[in-house]
């Protein structure tokens, strides 16, 4: 792969890879037929899951400890040769080695039967009647009946695709795998007719039907139920990625900003004004973003301007004008459309030209797009950073069906401490406050079970504001309380396939490719090979076994003979061969890491090794993996050399470009257990400075002042609760109190993270609300305090996490305060007080605590 698989898409990929081993033996040992889908919200980078898929599925995978399936064809259908065209160039930019196996099913395409070893990107449109595809030959079928074509030719005939199909099947040597893109479209029949890929995948006639089935959707429900329907097919576990997981990968933007007219009035020009202006200002902020990170390429950022459907002149005209007198400089190449006439517009004057929709992206002159409904299904454009839509208060599935397509982040990472440069700007001059909310639900839902073609990506951790103002930094704050804040501990959430050798070998190929370890690759493999030679003496009966194992195979050989009763067992003794060495040796190096196992075979041996020499030292790694508490100690002392480097890189680290820190964030990402991290100064900020009640009312969100980010007048906009507004009064009253940071509850590099495990020792993340920053004797400190309720589920855990986390950075804070409310009194407990922290871990009732003498009135 060239890219580098996110935690959730690694995953995702592992399940979908031990779906498909089950299926394929299940088809070649039982003739059973299986299907499954994989369920990903848009933006997850669901053709990327299935690139490393494929690439497993042809070549095997050590990292996944999968197999290849040496007659492995892969059929990739959808039904868009548009999205066909995309998803295989996607594919193509995403696996390194299927770049020649990627193969267009034309019209013209002929071959009798799919080879080993490809991926074909087939269509809906290729299998209709008139199609050349499924006429083959031609006179034989029924022009009323398409599906006559799934008869398969007579020898001398030329082929159709379904001669392709059958013979493919019923190979023996091969195995026909079919994934469909977009999986809940044609699973919908109508008037009790089977749709073509419903035929496509059950057979019809003499064509078999398709013995692995894997659909990729976001919503796959009309998939699975379409599947259920069929008899004697298998249905293995759907694979589910968590949306949370995807908004906070930073692949998503975190922000949409809605903007409506706050009265009655015809407004679409004005708003078409503001979405120019909005336009040129991320123009600017990108380029000078790019500039400063010293990216080779700009963003350009581009405005979708979505129209009814039968936009007239007059209404075409005015918008252009509008543009081009509000955008100065702006060229009339730089316009285009992607109606769906497919040819030029023309209008009082203007050639708009027509661009396909899947060109749109790497076409940065194009800075101004027409559209109309969502464009096309699969379509996306990073770059798109505002839309306005004049389509009424009635259609909104069409508004937010277009923003699904333009929510991933232009360079596929979050920037950070950036607010403005992680949203987008809808403008909707058709929509009141009421029905705009409408819309801001179904964007913070995303897709649902009945609304398959409404995917708006994301999850937890995305916010739909309404005209928001902007933050920037409080400049009345002194620089002392900044300089704390970044220096304030924050930790990693530890991941469930931590890999620490591999992320040790990880890290230090990016030290020495950062040149801020001079050739840390190579001290890393020989202070490993190192560990791994002291463990194989310390562990060495362990690997002495080990190495009998792999080297004869203990077994019973059993004789019975015909008219006796009873049986004769005997113990038998056989010797490995070379296969099965190297298949041992490749598992020690699923232990180990394939990298590891390598290096530590070179260490072994001279440069001037003969095979013997090379076989008895892949013998001697096989039995090292074998023996697992080598394996540990030789993880724990990489996760030793991994902390060391990025305690002692960290200065060095942050004179890096965002790019490559991201790099660094993915590899700090990857410990089992919780890690010290740095916090990022933000730089820009969004809030809103409205509340709408149930009632419909809107009210004022209160102001406040002395908070790090603040609006032009100095306040920063925030509804808090009764316990919140409590705790900032009191805090707020506090000699030597300077400022205050509410702190973000997502998960971006600005918000101080504590590690707890709840109550299925799985980790996540507590957020807590407040830091204040005061005066000390020895200049500015740090207080954290949380107010949080004593009658939720998750309080004790929570608490546990918090005196974790004292335990370890508790000397970096004046002071670490959990508040509740009880009986109607807020009480405290003070983190820093051993006492409590060891009630903390031996009590279960947080009422309890909060109530006992351990606690105190806070005020």
């Known amino acids: 792969m060239r890219y580098t698989l996110k935690d959730y898409q690694a995953d995702a990929v592992a399940g979908v890879l031990r779906n498909l081993g089950i299926a394929r033996d299940n088809y070649h040992r039982h003739n059973l037929l299986s299907q499954f889908s994989l369920s990903a919200t848009t933006g997850a980078g669901k053709t990327v899951m299935a690139a490393a898929v494929i690439e497993a599925l042809i070549f095997g995978s050590e990292e996944f400890d999968f197999q290849p ?12 040769p548009s999205l066909n065209e995309q998803s295989r160039a996607r594919i193509q930019s995403a696996a390194s080695e299927l770049d020649n196996r990627l193969k ?3 019209n013209d395409f002929r071959d009798s039967s799919f080879q080993a070893g490809h991926v074909y990107f087939l269509n809906t449109q290729k299998l209709s009647k008139s199609s050349n595809l499924v006429k083959g030959a031609g006179a034989r079928l029924n022009p009323d009946n398409m599906f006559d074509a799934m008869r398969p030719s007579p020898d001398e005939m030329q082929s159709n695709i379904y001669d392709t199909i059958a013979n493919t099947i019923e190979n023996k040597d091969l195995t026909l795998y079919l994934v469909l893109d977009e999986a809940h479209r044609g699973m919908k029949p109508a008037q009790n007719r089977a749709t073509i890929v419903q035929k496509l995948i059950n057979g019809q006639g003499t064509v078999p039907a398709i013995p692995i089935v894997f659909g990729i959707s976001a919503t796959v429900e009309r998939f699975q139920t379409a599947m259920k329907a069929i008899e004697n097919r298998n249905a293995l576990p ?7 997981l995807v908004q906070a990968s930073g692949l998503l933007k975190d922000n949409i900003v809605l903007t409506i007219p706050a009265e009655n009035g015809v407004f679409d020009m004005v708003l078409l004004k503001h979405a120019v202006e909005k336009t040129i200002a991320s123009t600017n902020a990108w380029d000078e973003y790019t500039k400063e990170q010293g990216e080779a390429d700009n963003v350009a950022p581009l405005l979708v301007v979505q129209l009814a459907d039968k936009p007239d002149d007059e209404t075409i005209v005015r918008t252009l004008d509008t543009v081009f007198e509000t955008w100065p400089g702006l060229g009339y190449e730089s316009v285009a459309h992607v109606f769906g006439e497919h040819q030029d517009l023309h209008a009082g004057g203007y050639t708009v030209p027509y661009i396909e929709p899947q060109r749109v992206q790497d076409s940065k002159h194009i800075r101004v797009l027409l559209a109309k409904t969502a464009i096309s299904t699969g379509w996306d454009c990073p770059r798109a950073e505002v839309l306005i839509s004049f389509r009424s208060a009635v259609d909104p599935t069409y508004i937010t069906q277009l923003l699904g397509r333009m929510i991933r982040t232009p360079l596929a990472r979050r920037i950070p401490g950036d607010e403005l440069l992680n949203s987008v700007d809808c403008m909707l001059p058709h929509f009141d406050r009421e029905t705009a909310e409408g819309v801001a639900k179904m964007l913070m839902k995303g897709a649902t079970a009945h609304d398959d073609d409404n995917d708006t990506g994301g999850g937890e951790g995305r916010r739909v504001l309404f005209q928001p103002v ?17 220096t304030l501990p924050t930790v990693t959430i530890p991941k469930q396939r931590a890999k620490p050798i591999t992320r040790s070998l990880a890290l230090a190929a990016a030290l020495a490719k950062d040149k801020v370890v001079a050739q840390a690759g190579k001290q890393a493999s020989d202070e490993l090979c190192r560990v791994v030679e002291s463990r194989a003496t310390q562990f060495k009966e362990k690997v002495e076994e080990a190495r ?11 004789r019975a003979r015909f008219g006796e009763e009873g049986v004769k067992a005997s113990a038998i003794e056989l010797i490995a061969d070379t296969r099965s060495i190297l298949e041992a040796y490749r598992a020690a190096g699923r232990h180990l890491s394939p990298t590891l196992a390598s290096e530590y075979v070179n260490y072994l041996v001279d440069e001037d090794a003969d095979e013997d020499d090379l076989l008895e030292a892949c013998i001697q790694v096989a039995a090292l993996g074998m023996v697992p508490e080598l394996v540990s100690s030789v993880e724990e002392e990489a996760d030793k050399l991994t902390k060391r480097w990025l305690t002692d890189t960290r200065v060095d680290r942050k004179n890096l470009p965002d790019e490559k820190q991201a790099e660094y964030d993915r590899l700090e990402g990857m410990s089992n257990t919780p890690e010290r991290i740095q916090l990022v100064r933000p730089r820009t900020g969004q809030a809103e400075t409205k509340l709408r009640e149930p009632d419909g009312t809107e009210k004022e969100i209160p102001l406040y002042r002395n908070h790090l980010m603040v609006t032009e007048t100095g306040e920063f906009p925030a509804n808090l609760n009764t316990w919140e507004g409590y705790v900032l009064e009191a805090e707020a009253g506090r ?5 205050w940071w509410r702190n973000p509850d997502r998960a971006v590099k600005e918000s101080l993270a504590i590690a707890y495990t709840d109550g299925t020792q799985k980790w996540k993340a507590l957020r807590v609300d407040f830091v204040f920053f005061a005066e000390g004797q020895d200049g500015i400190v740090a207080d954290l305090v949380d107010p949080h309720g004593h009658h939720l589920a998750d309080a004790m855990p929570k608490l546990r996490g918090l005196a974790d986390f004292t335990e370890a950075y508790g000397q970096e804070f004046r002071r670490i305060e959990s508040v509740a409310e009880t009986d109607g009194k807020y009480r405290v407990l003070d983190l820093k007080r051993d006492q409590v922290r060891a009630a903390i871990r031996t009590q279960h009732d947080a009422r309890a605590l909060y109530e006992s003498d351990l606690a105190s009135d806070y005020r």
């Open 735 to 739: 000699d030597g109190f300077v400022g």
């Open 104 to 106: 267009l099913i034309t």
């Open 238 to 244: 759907s694979v589910q990625v968590d949306s949370a």
């Open 69 to 80: 399936d040496p007659g492995a064809v892969v059929l990739w259908f959808s039904d868009d």
């Open 470 to 486: 902007t933050l920037l930094p409080n400049t009345e704050l002194p620089e002392g309380v900044w300089d704390k804040f970044e």
């Open 548 to 558: 009998k194992d792999i080297l004869t195979m203990s077994g019973e050989e059993i």
